[in-house]
């Protein structure tokens, strides 16, 4: 069963420059969200989508753009990549906005120079 | 954003003894939930808490929901090497909310 899976799983971006992190879930989940994991800052929610058509902003979206594709996939795009944006990136998806049980991918780790 | 605080940062321990870690907030919450985070990997859920006072146990995993709704605690009994990990804590403010607020997490070493 592949779950969560996240692609690229590293990268590296030079300042200024602008990529697109894919998820995709194959567990007909309704919600999907986008985590990023800073040392000694544990997750922090940057965007999410409680169902398919929807999105919204979690505690830490500037710099961050979203869009759910369809069902199955949500992508998060950095537009002006900053230093400050390097971190782990986490895709999470969960049966419903209500439900717990939220399933991570294996995590993208993004450098920017 | 919410703090929550995890304690201790990091524990090493011998294989076979018990565990206790916990995490405050500075606010009420009505879900706790605690999670393991493999090195490479996603965190992966263990427990779910949803009651003020709840205690729930998974294998060798025992969580409580703080009576305060500020504090839950999550013990690991008799423990062994694939224990290693750190764990997070994530709260979230009512059971209608996404938005779910993490721990800086606690860094588990077992030694054999």
């Known amino acids: 069963n592949a779950g969560v899976t996240q692609t690229p799983k590293f990268q590296v971006l030079k300042t200024g420059q602008s990529m697109t992190l894919q998820c995709a879930q194959d567990?007909?989940?309704?919600?999907m969200y986008w985590y990023r994991q800073d040392p000694g800052m544990g997750l922090r929610l940057i965007y999410y989508s409680a169902s398919e058509g929807t999105t919204d902003k979690g505690e830490v979206p500037n710099g961050y753009n979203v869009s759910r594709l369809n069902k199955r996939e949500f992508s998060l795009r950095l537009e002006s990549a900053a230093p400050s944006q390097t971190s782990v990136y986490f895709c999470?998806?969960?049966?419903?906005?209500?439900?717990?049980?939220?399933?991570f991918g294996q995590g993208t780790r993004l450098t920017v120079v | 954003g919410q703090q929550l605080n995890q304690s201790p940062q990091s524990m090493f321990i011998q294989e076979g003894e018990d565990v206790s870690m916990n995490c405050t907030s500075s606010s009420i919450f009505n879900t706790w939930l605690w999670y393991k985070q493999d090195p490479g990997e996603g965190p992966v859920l263990l427990i779910a808490l949803y009651k003020a006072g709840e205690l729930t146990s998974n294998g060798r995993l025992t969580a409580q929901f703080g009576i305060t709704r500020k504090d839950s605690f999550l013990n690991i009994s008799a423990s062994i090497p694939s224990d290693v990990g750190i764990y997070f804590c994530a709260g979230r403010f009512s059971n209608t909310g996404n938005q779910f607020y993490f721990g800086t997490g606690t860094s588990l070493t077992v030694i054999p």
């Open positions: 999470a998806s969960s049966p419903g906005p209500l439900n717990t049980e939220a399933f």
């Open positions: 567990m007909n989940h309704n919600s």
